[in-house]
């Protein structure tokens, strides 16, 4: 599923952005129509970090003290 900031987002707000244009909404408004739409979509939501990397310094991950407690 696309999720925002993605291509596959904008492009699919855009198409959306359109349809809401030619049906007589102002283009700011369709623009922040289309968002709202795409937001609410439980399906186009962030799913979060797809790897460890991506949830950050281990030493500042929640639940975790960074440290195995072994000596060197």
Partial sequence: MPEPGSKKY???RARM???AER???SDQDANKAANEELQQDP???SSGP???RGRGPKSERSGRTGRSGRTG
Avoid: F, P
């Fill in 10 to 12: 904008d492009v699919k």
């Fill in 23 to 25: 049906s007589g909404i």
């Fill in 50 to 52: 797809r790897t460890e």
């Fill in 43 to 45: 399906k186009l939501r």
């Fill in 17 to 19: 952005r359109k349809e």
